[in-house]
């Protein structure tokens, strides 16, 4: 609706000239002052239940009973056809479409039927999903029976306590990630499923069919204020998607323009880095400041050192307006091809 609102007002735009901002506000019933990304946190039984299986795959402990052993145990064949989390994108894609075994067998039978992997390989994706579909509806009676209740009461208490923490400051939250990362696409309702168990890295944002991200985040892999910072983040990929334009679009121009593409590592972890380091930076101003960023405490930014390094002195200096994004942004990639070049 609102969208749709603003796209008939910039086709009227050149007629009415620039009145049109000084205009007030048009009375429509919609909720015009609090469009602005807005999280809504869901609880699913067999998404907690989906992800359960693709935990016990990764696990290097036998899973137990049998019929989550045999299903781990084809989540843990295709995981490896797939290549790793990213991988999983067109089957997680369908997971907000799915209640039950029943539905994910449905659903499944829409994917495509091969699908090209990152090794250049083919894979039989349909059958492969439908597998593990057929291994979901086995084991799903005995989650039913015997956990699900259990797990629903966690799930359900953590939305609670988020309504109270992270929600309550969402707000303000956004408007410190848009005011930093410049996020054309503000008027976003981004969906995340919260989990009791995940692989790693325990979070996860996928495009669901319609091509918006779909996030999903474990409780288990996360506490406290790092779930906060995990769900931002994993907010940050959704804004990410359905933004035409970002500071991390510039920087991605930027890079590509410097002779860094999309095959170069660089060119994933010099945004992805920032989007660590500045939802960390929202946490600690909006919601914690004695909060440790979730790439110290969990090792990631150890994996980027010195991208990490330069965006953790650098970024700050943007956000205290010392810099322009330009100016910020032109010199994290002159950095980066340096750091580039040496290696
Ligand atoms: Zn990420």
């Known amino acids: 609706m609102i ?21 007030p ?21 067999f998404v907690d239940l989906y992800f359960m299986v693709r935990h016990a795959a990764a696990s290097k402990e036998q899973a137990t009973p049998a019929e989550l052993a045999a299903a781990a ?81 966690a799930l359900v208490a953590a939305r609670r306590e988020l309504e109270g923490t992270l929600l309550a400051k969402q707000t303000e939250a956004f408007e410190s990630i848009l005011g930093a990362l410049e996020f054309s696409r503000a008027e976003l309702v981004i969906p995340v499923y919260l989990v009791l168990d995940a692989p790693e890295p325990g979070a996860v944002t996928q495009r669901d069919d319609a091509g918006r991200g ?20 994993e907010a940050l990929h959704a804004l990410d998607v359905a933004s035409p334009t970002s500071v991390l679009t510039k920087l991605r121009a930027k890079l590509e323009a410097a002779g860094i593409g999309p095959r170069e590592r660089e060119w994933r ?24 960023a979730y790439g110290d405490v969990a090792g990631y930014y150890a994996k980027v050192r010195s991208i990490a390094d330069l ?21 994290l990639v002159r950095a980066v091809v340096a750091l580039r070049d040496a290696r």
């Open 73 to 153: 145990a084809v989540a843990r064949e295709l995981d490896a056809a797939l290549g790793g989390p990213l991988g999983w994108g067109p089957i997680e894609g369908l997971l907000p479409r799915i209640d039950d075994a029943v539905s994910a067998k449905r659903e499944f039978a829409t994917l495509p039927a091969t699908l090209r992997t990152r090794s250049g390989g083919t894979l039989e994706l349909r059958a492969n999903a439908l597998k593990l579909a057929d291994a979901l509806a086995v084991y799903e009676p005995v989650y039913r029976s015997t956990l699900a209740a259990e797990r629903a009461k």
């Open 25 to 45: 506000a048009p009375q429509v019933d919609a909720e015009p002052t609090t469009a602005g990304p807005k999280l809504d946190l869901r609880v699913s039984p």
């Open 269 to 292: 972890d010099v945004p992805h880095t920032l989007m660590f380091v500045q939802a960390a930076e929202t946490v600690r101003r909006v919601l914690a400041p004695e909060h440790r």
């Open 311 to 331: 965006e953790l002195a650098l970024w700050p200096r943007r956000l205290a307006g010392e810099l322009s994004t330009e100016v910020a942004l032109d010199e």
């Open 214 to 233: 779909v996030c999903f985040v474990s409780l288990g892999a996360h506490a406290g204020t790092l779930l906060h910072e995990s769900i931002l983040h």
């Open 3 to 23: 969208a749709a609102f603003l796209l008939v007002s910039s086709f009227v735009a050149p007629v009415s000239g620039p009145v049109r901002s000084q205009a």
